[in-house]
C-alpha cells in the first residue's frame, strides 16, 4: 500500500515535550508537599520568595519549552514531536505514555504555557505572604491542561484531567472570599464535565468502530480500506497522527466507517503544507455521524472544568486580564482534547456545538453553574469592551485617516507600476 | 481688412489640406449613417458605404462584434453590398435585427467592414484596417433617468435660493420620480436571464461612446446584481429628503448621494462607475460635514471623511489598473481598442485573465476601498461618530447607502474582476469581518447614545455581508446580498425612528419609560430593534441565516469566523435588548419624548411591511439575484479551477 507511505509523519523524538507537563506539575507537588515545612523552617516571607520562584522556573520552564517546540510542531503537515516513557511499569501492568504536539497542539502548548505563567504572575502579585498554596494549584491547573493538550493516548489525558480537578478545588477552597461550599461545588462540576468528555470520547471511538483499547489505552480501530486489499489500517483516534498503514492481513469487512475513511483519504492530495496541517489531518478521519453529540458532551466536559476554575477567582482578581487567560487555558485544552478526540474540529456538527456553548456563556443561561458562567461570560465581554472603547478613542480613530492614506498609497505603489 | 486676409488664407488652408487628402492615390471610406438604431424585430436599415478618396476600395468580409465582446448577434447583414468601390463611388449594406431567444433583451453590437483605406484604426491582432458602424435595439434610458432626475433635482434646488418652499418641492419630485421609474424597471426586467443569453444578461442597456480618447462609454444596464439596489437608492433618497429639514444645501447632498449611488449601480464601466461612485461620496461628505445647530453641533467630520475620499481614490487606482491590464477590445461602437473598462468585458471574457498576475493587488485594493466606504473595521470609526451629530434624515441615508455602494462594489468588481485572489483572501476576508463584527458589538455595548449604539449595530450587520462574500457560494453572496439590502432597510427604518422620537444626543438613560410616555414611538422602536438586530421574519434575518447555514460547510477559518460574527451577534441582540427593557420596564426619565408624527409613522409602516414581506417570503428578494449569483459562482469556479 505504497500510496499511503506519504501519509506517514516524519517523527522527531524530543525528550523535552515532558518538560510541557512536568514541570509545573513537580512544581505544584513541591510547593503542596514542602510548602508548610519551609515556612517553619525559614518563616513565611522567604518561604513565599522561594515559592514564587520556584514557580517562576517551572512555568517559565514550560514556556520555554512550548517556544522551543512550536517551529518543530509548525513545520509540516505530517511532522510530530513525540515523546514516550512508562507511567507504570509493574510486572504484567505496563502503562505506557506518549505525548505528541502537531501543529494545532504546539500552538495551543504554548497559550496554555503563557496562560499558567500569566495566573502565576497574577497570584504572586497579590502579595500574600505566603502564596506557595495557591502558586501550587496554579501550576497544578497548569500542568493538567498541558498534560492534555500533548496526551497522546487516553490515560495520559486522564491524569492530567484528574491533575487539573484536583488543583482546581484547592485553588478554591484557598481563594481569598470564597465560601465554604465552594471547593465542593468546583468538584461536583468538574466531574460532570469529566464524565461528560468521556462519554464523547466514547461515542467517537465507538462511531468510528473502535474495537476497544491496547494496554497504553489507545484506541486503535481497525478497518477495511474500501474493502479491496488485504492491508488494514490502525488509526490512532486519540493522535495527531494521518493514519498509518499496518500490513497486518486483518479484515473486518466493508463498515460505514471503512468507507468513511476511504472516501476521506481520497481528500490526500488536497493536505499541502499549511498551517494547522494536523486539523486539516485530522478533519479526514471525520465526519462520523455521532460527531455533533460527541462534540456536544465534549464542550460540556470544557464548559464543566472551565466552569470550576471560575470559581476559583478570588473577587479582588476577577478585573485582572491574567485571570482570564488561567480560565481560558482548560478551555483551550479541552477544545485540544475535542480536536484530537474528534479529529473534525470543522465539523459542522462541531462547530454548531462551539456556537452553542458560545451563545451559553454568553446568555448566562445555566442555574448550576450561574455564577461561573458569569464570571466567563459576561466579565470577559465587559472587559473586552472596555478595552475596545480604549483602543477606539486611542488608537484607531485618530490612526484612520492615517491608514487611509497608507492604504492609498500602499495601492499606488502595487498597482499603479 | 485684416481679418479678411486671415479668412482667406484659412480658407486656403482647409482648401489645400482636403485636396491633398483625396490626391494621395488612396481609398477613403465614408459611412452614413454612423450609427443605426432598431425599434423592433424585422426592422432593416442601410448603411452607405462611400469611397471619397482617388483609388478603388476593396472591402473584406463583413462581421458583427457584439459590445461586450461576447455573445449571439442578434442582427444580419442581408445585403453585403459590392466588394470593391470605385472612387466616387457607394455601395449599400442592408442589416436587419432578427432576435434569437430572449426578445425581451436590448441587442447593441458593431458592424465591422474591412476596408484597405489606411487611415481606419487597424483592426485588433491584425493588419486590415476596419470601418464600424454601432448597432443598436431596443435602447432605454429609463436608467439614465433614474441616474440623472436626482443629479438635476439636485442642481435645481442649489439655485432656488429664495423659494425654500419650491425647493423642497422639487427635491421630492427628483427623488420620488426615479422611485416610480425603479418600478418601471422592475416590472421590465426578466431575472432569468443569464450570461449564456448574450449581452452578459444586462438589461435595459444604454450604450454610447462618450470620449474615443480615454476609451471612456456610456455603458449603463441592469442585472440580478444590481436590480435590487436600483431599486433601494431611490428609496432611500426619498426618505431622506422627506425627513430631510427645508435646507437647501443638506436637501441637494442628499439629492447627489441618490443619484449618484444609482448610477454606481447602473454602470457598467469602470470609469463611469467610479464617476458616480464620487458624486455619491461627494454628497455623503456633503452630508457629514453639514454645520449644525445646539445641541448637536460639533466639529464638522472632516477627519471622516479622509477614509471615504481615501476610498474613492483607490477604486480609481484600481480601475487605472484593470483598464492598464485589460485585453484589446471593441468600444462600443466597434472601433478596436488597446484597452477597456468594460466590467462586464473584464469580469467574462479573455480580457480578465490578464489581471490575475495583478488580481492580489486589485482585490485587496478594492477592498480596502470597500471597507472604507462601508465603516468596517478598522474604519468604522465614521459612521459611529457621525450618527449622533447627524442632521435629521441624513445619518439612515449615509449609513444604509454607503454600505450598499461598498457591499455592491465587492459583488460587481472585486470578485469578478480578481476572482482568484478573491477565492484565496477568503479567510483574511472572513477574519476582518469576524474582528469588525466583535468590534462594533463590543464598542455596541460600551456605549450609552443610542445613535452611536444604532450605527455600531450596522457595522456588525454589513460584517456579516463580509462573511458571505468570503464564503463565496450561491447562499454565502445570496445572502450577502440580502443582508446589503435588508440591512440599508433597517437602517434608514432605525434612524428615521429614533429622529422622530428621541432628542439629539439621546442616551439609553432618556429612552427609560418610553413605552409609558409614547407607546406608539415605544412599538416602532421596539419594531426597528428587531429590525437592526434580525428577528426571525425579518429581513435582517434572511442574509445572516443563509450566510450562517453554508459557512459551516467550507474552510474551517470561515466556520470559526461565523462562530465569533454570532457571538458578535448574540452581544448587538444583547444591547439591544436592553435599549427594549429600558422603553418598556424602567421608570420613566424626565426627558419629553415626542410620539410619532404622522410623516415618520407611514414611513414606518412602509419599511415594516417591506422587512416583513421580504422576511417571510425572501424569495422575492432572493429570485431577482439567483441567476446572477448563479452566474458570478461559476465565474470564481473557473478561476478556482
Redesign the interface.
Known sequence: MSIYSADLPQVHAVSFLWALPALPALAALELALAGRVVVRRFGARAAGAAAVALTGLACGGALAAAVLLLPIGVTGPHVLVEARGALVAAGALQIAATASLGSFSASLALVGAFATCAAAVAVAARGDDDPSGPLAAVCGVGAGALAVVVADDLVLALVGWEIAIVSTVALVRRAPGASPSSGAEAYVTSRVGQGAWLAGAALLCWGLGARGGDASGRMTVTADVGGTSGAAMELRTLGERPPAVSVRPVLVGPTFVAREIADQLALRDDQTHRP?AD??AA?RLGPVPLAPVAFALLLLGALGLAAAVALALPPSARSLGAMRLAVAAPIVASAALAARVGGA??H?GA??A??FG??VL??GGARVPRRALRELGVLP??D??????WL?RRA??P???V???V??G???L???R | MPRLALAAFVAALITSAARNARADGQPRVELSPASLSFDAPGDTRTVLVRNVGDAPLHLGAISFVVAGGRGNSDFRVDAPGAPVVAAGEATAINVSYRPVGFLGRPAFAALLIPADDPRLPPDLGGPRHLATVALRARETHLLSAIVFLPLLGALLVLGLAARPRAARGVALAASAAPLALAALALARFDPTATVSDGGFGVQLVAHHLLVRALDLEYFVGVDGLSIAFVILAPLLGLVAVLTAPRERAGLAARLALQGGASGVFVALDGFLLWMFWLVAIAGAAALVTTPLDEPRRGPPAYAHLAALFAGAAILLVAMGAARAHSSPAYLCDGTPSAHTLDLLALANTNAGASLVGHGFGSFWALAAAFVMTASLFPFHGWAAAFAPRAPAGAAGLVTSALPALAIYGFLRLALPLAPAAALSGAPALAALAAVGALFAALLARETTDVRRLLALAGSARVAIVLLGLAHATSAGLSGALAQAVASALAATLVFVVADAVLEPGATLADVAGLAARTPRAAGALVFAALASVGAPGLATFVGPSLVAADAFDGRAVVAFAAVIVLAAWAIVAGVHARVVVRAFVEEPSSVDAADLDRRTLVIALGFGVLLVVIGLAPATLLDLSATAIRDLVRLLASARD
Not at chain 1, 473586552?384 to 472603547?389: D, K
Open positions: 494547522f486539523v486539516l478533519r474540529l470543522g459542522p462547530i454548531g462551539w456556537a458560545a451563545i454568553v446568555a465581554a465587559r473586552l469592551g472596555a478595552a475596545a472603547a477606539e484607531l480613530a490612526a484612520a485617516p491608514l487611509a492614506f492604504a492609498l500602499l495601492t499606488v502595487l498597482l499603479a
